[in-house]
Antibody
């Protein structure tokens, strides 16, 4: 059973870069799942897709965040990562990592990690 | 940008049928997916490819599609079904078929 776990700082200062890592266990990040994504959810609000990285290494991002987002993968560690630059209070949210499986939908989710942007 | 529209809230009594809709121009061409999210928890997939049910999801959950609207139906609603429900699909207007979520519907079991 594939499991995902987010890790990273829970507090980031405005204008700095938010960095999170998702560790995949129970399977190889290079096989099985079609792609891996980051999704966020501000308190009391809906889900927002941030972007994805395919097992091939190619990426694409939500157009509204594209200029600030980088998603990368480290297959040796079975991890993929998110970097979001120039953060503001509007980036405060629970950040989820997720994986698309055989159903072609988000079969796998991390538990989520709260990131607060504040000085 | 492409949007999926859901009603903010739906209320039903236990044992009744709840129907949650999701509308979007690309839905005739793109599959829809439904997720259930309870407070403090990550979303859980309940319907994929418009009407398929993942293993472990109760049979009372079903999905359907008609034109630009997809519908999640919960038959014989139980108290444990109270949650937020999100539809998800893809924006087929762009090159990369970006993932899009609906705004979510809060299901209240009276």
């Amino acid at each position: 059973q594939v499991q995902l776990q987010e890790s990273g700082p829970g507090l980031v200062k405005p204008s700095q870069t938010l960095s999170l890592t998702c560790t995949v266990s129970g399977g190889s990040i290079s096989s099985g799942s079609y792609y891996w994504s980051w999704i966020r959810q501000p308190a009391g609000k809906g889900l927002e897709w941030i972007g994805r990285i395919y097992t091939s290494g190619s990426t694409n991002y939500n157009p509204s965040l594209k200029s600030r987002v980088t998603i990368s993968v480290d297959t040796s560690k079975n991890q993929f990562s998110l970097k979001l630059s120039s953060v503001t209070a509007a980036d405060t949210a629970v950040y989820y990592c997720a994986g698309v499986g055989a159903t072609t939908s988000f079969d796998y989710w991390g538990q989520g990690t709260l990131v607060t942007v504040s000085s | 940008s492409y949007e999926l529209t859901q009603p903010p809230s739906v209320s039903v009594s236990p044992g009744q049928t709840a129907r949650i809709t999701c509308s979007g121009d690309a839905l005739p061409k793109q599959y829809a997916y439904w997720y259930q999210q309870k407070p403090g928890q990550a979303p859980v997939l309940v319907i994929y490819k418009d009407s398929e049910r993942p293993s472990g999801i109760p049979e009372r959950f079903s999905g359907s599609s008609s034109g630009t609207t997809v519908t999640l139906t919960i038959s014989g609603v139980q108290a444990e079904d109270e949650a937020d429900y999100y539809c998800q699909s893809a924006d087929s207007s762009g090159t990369y078929q970006d993932v899009v979520f609906g705004g979510g519907t809060k299901l209240t079991v009276l």
